[in-house]
């Protein structure tokens, strides 16, 4: 007779990415999402009070107070991360939910994911929306080949320098640039990049993807300074395309 090992079978850990706008959740995720989260107790989490209220719009029936959360984000020690997968070395499925979007993409889940994969955690990614993704889609720009660098410099000085690399890459190699701001810094960044981009160059700007005001326009900076709009402060990416 064969010796049966007595550890448990591994729990999966799924990522599970969150509205990137105030929508309704089963408005922009398929209900595969609803179906996995009726069925998860245990859960790795940015916020735990936004995770909750996520949690509660997509999938109702749930009982709030059976969720046990663990949060990880910019803060939490690396010796802890191994922790936050205890759950699935004792055969329980993990949902990752980042604060918003797809867990993992400019997000601090990506180290939990690599973790998982080293100790023969199964990783099952869920699809949803990711307004890196969706700005690419809609900008017009080269979608074969481009690099996300999350936000530029705070310094004037850097942040202009970068802003001109950004542009030489992309005119040189074909790379679409796509980058990232603080929402109350909209208007910096952009007149900012009014200012050092060729008249030439095309900027894509898009805000409130998946939300009420979505705006999702693509000009070229000579275009742009003769609108030259006030941006709201909503979650904001700019795409450059100098080719």
Request: hydrophobic letters at 35%; a negative charge; proline letters at 8%.
């Amino acid at each position: 007779m064969e010796a049966t090992d007595p550890r448990p079978a591994l729990g999966s850990l799924w990522l599970i990415p969150s509205p990137i706008s105030e929508s309704e959740p089963l408005e922009v995720l398929p209900l595969s999402i609803k179906s996995v989260l009726e069925r998860l107790e245990h859960y790795v989490v940015e916020n735990e009070k936004t995770a909750r209220r996520f949690i509660k719009r997509a999938a109702p029936s749930i009982e709030q107070s059976e969720l046990r959360m663990r949060v990880l984000n910019k803060y939490t020690p690396t010796e802890e991360w191994l922790e936050l997968l205890e759950p699935c070395f004792q055969g329980f499925d993990v949902g990752l939910i980042s604060e918003a979007g797809c867990p993992g993409i400019a997000d601090p889940g990506a180290e939990l994911v690599q973790l998982a994969h080293e100790h023969g955690i199964r990783v099952r990614p869920l699809v949803g929306p990711s307004s890196i993704v969706l700005a690419l889609m809609g900008s017009g720009m080269n979608g074969q080949n481009f690099a996300f660098l999350g936000y530029l410099p705070i310094e004037k000085d850097e942040r202009r320098k970068r802003i001109r690399e950004c542009e030489k890459r992309s005119r040189t190699t074909g790379v679409t640039q796509i980058f990232i701001e603080t929402p109350y810094r909209n208007q910096k960044l952009f007149d900012e990049l009014l200012q050092h981009l060729s008249p030439e160059t095309r900027l894509c700007l898009a805000l409130d993807l998946t939300g009420s005001s979505e705006q999702l326009i693509t000009r070229t900076a000579s275009q742009w300074k003769s609108v030259r709009p006030e941006l709201p402060k909503e979650p904001a990416l700019f795409l450059i395309d100098a080719r």
